[in-house]
């Protein structure tokens, strides 16, 4: 009878070391997971960032200025620099 | 009557029934310990390294890169994380439904897709750089049946929001984020880092973990080009508008800031990733060299300004067969002023010839020709600088209206700049600055000057005989009202593959600098062989004064000249 109940403990401690194992790997998994979608969610944001560039840059902004607003480049001789000498 | 071996009491011996149940059981882990030990004794060395070249494998795409980026801190070049999909056929569950939700998913022709499945014996990449909302879609059924035999690999995108604008110079980095070509080449140590076996830790126990919170630790740098992406924005449309308009086989625009030698502008007409024709391209200049000619024979006191050059009748007879020809006026004699207003080639090869081969070629020398550039860009070229020894009477004239040299267009540039610059020949700058994370930064563009080349009353002099080009000569189009501008027009015959020259194939150019007073942009045009027969004053200048428009209005330059 002894050794049945020192078998059975035997298992009992067996079984907590498994569920320990598997309670780690699942929060290690979440973690992961968590880690992963902050990582996409990163790039996702850099994607973004860099298509605002895109469109604030002089390779769409001048050419949508010319055709939608009527943007006309003023001779450089016309244009009057103020406050030059604090810039 | 049957006799059993054992009693009915002894079968149902509770004790031994347990007993024979234990040993059962025991022997499961008993030969499972067994078969670790030996694995653990005996091939530890095999399995480890097999584990770890795994592991290491897959982190070894945690290659990090910095930005490259424009003068005023604008994102000219940025890696972004992204994947690539692929399909392990054998793992495939169901081949249509995969294919049909791959489709869909990565927006692309299920046939496209059925057509690399039938070419590839197991595995094939179905889309690479896939965005991260896509990703997250394919991640999503990794571990339903749908997505069994995908296989999503982590790789970056190195994007360039500017589109292709200054790809030439920033080059071409591959999707582990190492650099191929261009700047992204030549910086390529401070750029990027291998973090793969930082992030990779080998915990106590010999396990190996991976860490991703280690962004801060790292050192890789952003290095920020002397380039502004205005001005090259302007360069490249004024090119594109010309290479659509006279369709040459090669066209440059250049831009560079003379006081500090900075490159603000490097346009290149094909672009090709990490190819600027800027420090790549080679040629014979023709008349824009006479600048050099005749800043160098005033420097020597061989002529002034006021001298007069005998015209011989327009026909030269330089040596037994050789003729210099002048069209393009009908003068007997020409004062320098005039010899750069016509591009009179007989007055350039006389001053070539009145300061002698030996001197010549040491003020070639001392301009920078025949030299690499400190840019060091990937393969830059030294041009071709023949040693005046071996030079003939024909060889020595010649050089004077630049031809039997080649050079390249920084090398130009840098030598027009040294005389906007008041004689001082300064180093050409491409990199501003290289930023560390940990706050350093590495100053590049500091201004350097390599030497004087000419006394200032010698570039003062060439100010005004090269603006008198721009008023009263060839480069008339290069006029810009309210600045006076300064340079001088070329337009060379190339050679044939038979040695002589090519009537029909040409090298147009236009070089100067504005405003003559104070001034703060030098700007080189080529245009190697356009299809529609051009010169440099009517096909080049046109595009100096369509730079430097926007230019002097971005940067608020005053006129210095009286508007009519």
């Known amino acids: ?87 | 009557m049957i006799r059993y071996p054992y009693s009915s009491r002894n079968v149902f011996d509770m004790k031994k029934r347990m007993y024979v149940l234990m040993k059962l059981a025991l022997l499961c882990p008993i030969i499972i310990i067994g078969r670790l030990f030996y694995i653990q004794t005996f091939r530890h060395e095999e399995y480890s390294s097999k584990a770890e070249r795994t592991i290491y494998d897959y982190l070894a795409q945690d290659r990090l890169r910095g930005k490259i980026l424009d003068v005023n801190g604008r994102i000219l070049a940025e890696s972004v994380r992204t994947h690539s999909c692929g399909i392990s056929k054998r793992y495939v569950k169901d081949k249509d439904k995969t294919i049909a939700f791959l489709a869909e998913t990565l927006e692309m022709p299920a046939e496209q897709i059925k057509k690399k499945w039938q070419k590839a014996p197991k595995f094939f990449f179905v889309a690479k750089k896939i965005k991260p909302d896509t990703y997250m879609k394919l991640a999503n059924i990794m571990r339903t049946s749908l997505g069994q035999g995908l296989e999503l690999t982590p790789e970056y995108e190195r994007l360039h929001p500017y589109g292709s604008s200054a790809l030439d110079i920033i080059g071409a980095s591959n999707s582990k984020n190492k650099g191929l070509s261009g700047v992204e080449q030549m910086f390529n140590e401070e750029l990027s880092q291998d973090i793969s076996r930082k992030r990779a830790k080998r915990v106590r126990g010999g396990d190996i973990i991976y860490d991703r919170n280690l962004k801060e630790k790292t050192k890789i740098a952003n290095v920020y080009l002397t380039i502004d992406e205005v001005a090259q924005y302007h360069a490249e449309q004024a090119l594109a508008k010309a290479v659509e308009d006279l369709q040459p086989e090669h066209a440059i625009a250049l831009v560079q800031e003379p006081k500090t030698g900075n490159i603000i502008a490097a346009a290149s007409y094909p672009v090709k990733d990490g190819q600027s024709l800027a420090f790549q391209f080679t040629y014979e200049p023709g008349s824009t060299f006479k600048t050099i000619a005749v800043a160098s024979a005033i420097d020597a006191g061989v002529i002034t300004p006021e001298t007069s050059i005998d015209m011989d009748g327009r026909n030269w007879h330089l040596g037994p067969g050789v003729t210099i020809r002048d069209k393009q006026h009908n003068k007997d004699a020409l004062t320098v002023p005039e010899v750069m207003q016509l591009s009179s080639n007989i007055g350039a090869g006389k001053i070539a010839l009145m300061l002698g081969p030996k001197k010549l070629f040491s003020y070639i020398k001392s301009f920078g020709f025949g030299t690499k550039t400190d840019v060091n860009f990937n393969g830059e070229s030294r041009g071709s600088v023949p040693s005046y020894n071996a030079w003939t009477k024909v060889d020595n004239a010649t050089k004077g209206y630049g031809y039997g040299i080649a050079i390249t267009p920084v090398q130009l540039i840098s030598a027009y700049s040294a005389i906007a610059n008041d004689g001082v020949l300064m180093e050409p700058h491409l990199i501003d600055r290289i930023e560390y994370p940990n706050g350093k930064i590495d100053k590049k563009a500091k201004p350097v000057q390599i030497r004087r080349v000419l006394s200032k009353n010698t570039a003062d002099a060439m100010k005004k005989i090269l603006q008198s080009v721009v008023e009263e000569g060839s480069g008339k189009r290069a006029r810009i009202t309210g600045y006076q501008v300064a340079g001088k027009t070329g337009t060379a015959e190339k050679l044939n593959q038979e040695g002589g020259y090519a009537k029909r194939k040409h090298v147009a150019s236009f070089c100067g600098f504005v405003p003559v007073s104070d001034p703060q942009f030098t700007i080189l045009i080529v245009l190697d062989n356009p299809a529609k027969y051009s010169f440099g004053g009517t096909a080049a200048a046109p595009i100096f004064k369509q730079i430097a428009q926007p230019l002097l209005a971005l940067k608020g330059v005053a006129p210095d000249k009286e508007i009519p």
Do not use: D
């Open chain 1, 1 to 87: 009878m002894k050794k049945l109940i020192g078998l059975l403990a035997l298992c009992a401690f067996f079984f907590l070391i498994t569920f320990i194992h598997v309670a780690i790997n699942r929060s290690g998994r979440n973690v992961s997971r968590l880690q992963r979608s902050v990582e996409i969610k990163e790039a996702r944001n850099q994607y973004l960032e860099l298509e605002i560039l895109r469109l604030s840059g002089p390779q769409i902004v001048i050419p949508y200025a010319k055709e939608h607003l009527g943007l006309i480049e003023s001779e450089p001789h016309k244009i009057v620099v103020l406050g030059k000498q604090e810039r």
